[in-house]
């Protein structure tokens, strides 16, 4: 059965990141999270049709056959690739930034098809983040984006990659495409030549430093402007990706 066969007979229904192999007969016991929004929050009964992704590119129409009060199982009806993903392959170089404004960020870049994110330690970024709250908050912002990924449609979820510096981060980019946020250049963006995969980078509130903005030009990222106002660090990546997308990618 095909995603469109499914959705077909079924119509609009939940769709849950669930990691694990799929495979058509078998039963799958729900994670506590998973299982707590099917039946507390969605109040969804047994015999109920639901859309499982694993994170890695697959899909699963289930439905639930068992709703107890220690588990939920679904059973594995149909098995089919997911089609959620762009063309252009974008890894995100996001500074971090203060409160809920980095969610923001990650939630609409992995909206966008962004394919990787990796939080940066910038010069003028005042977050620094250690030990067990720098591991909380990794794991926090990967459940951002595996919660986008549910309400996009998307069957990957992009990595977002333990912070580490923009010094380490340039030094690893091989994307033959690499663009860099700043106002302060005559730069708009433009159709290329269509790569396959790209770099871009977002600086913190204050913008990159005159040394961030030297080692990402040593580092062949090309000065990107945006227009004359100067946009919040989370709403940057949103018109960037969005712009991306469009001239090289799937919007």
């Not at 990967?142 to 510096?165: D, H, K, L, M, Y």
Request: glycine share 10%.
């Amino acid at each position: 059965m095909l995603a469109t066969d499914w959705y077909a007979r079924h119509g609009k229904m939940p769709r849950l990141y669930v990691p694990g192999v799929f495979r058509p007969g078998d039963e799958v016991v729900l994670p506590e999270g998973p299982a707590r929004h099917v039946t507390r929050v969605l109040r969804l009964g047994e015999g109920s049709p639901l859309v499982l992704f694993d994170g890695n590119g697959h899909e699963a129409g289930v439905r639930l056959v068992d709703v107890g009060r220690k588990q939920t199982t679904v059973g594995i009806e149909a098995v089919w690739p997911g089609n959620g993903e762009s063309p252009l392959a974008v890894h995100l170089g996001q500074a971090i930034s203060k409160g809920d404004r980095m969610d923001y960020a990650i939630q609409k870049a992995v909206e966008l098809g962004v394919s990787a994110i990796t939080p940066l330690y910038t010069e003028r970024g005042d977050v620094r983040l250690k030990g067990d709250r720098e591991a909380k908050k990794l794991a926090h912002w990967q459940a951002v984006a595996a919660s986008a990924c549910e309400q996009s449609g998307r069957a990957f979820v992009p990595p977002v990659n333990p912070p580490i510096t923009l010094k380490a981060w340039l030094e690893a980019r091989q994307e033959p495409l690499r663009l860099m946020l700043h106002l302060a250049t005559g730069h708009a963006f433009d159709r290329q030549d269509r790569p396959t995969s790209a770099a871009l980078l977002i600086g913190p509130e204050g913008g990159l430093s005159e040394s961030d903005i030297d080692a990402a030009q040593n580092a062949a990222f090309k000065p990107l402007t945006l227009g004359p106002r100067v946009l919040r660090t989370e709403t940057a990546p949103v018109v960037a990706l969005t712009l991306l997308q469009h001239y090289l990618g799937d919007l």
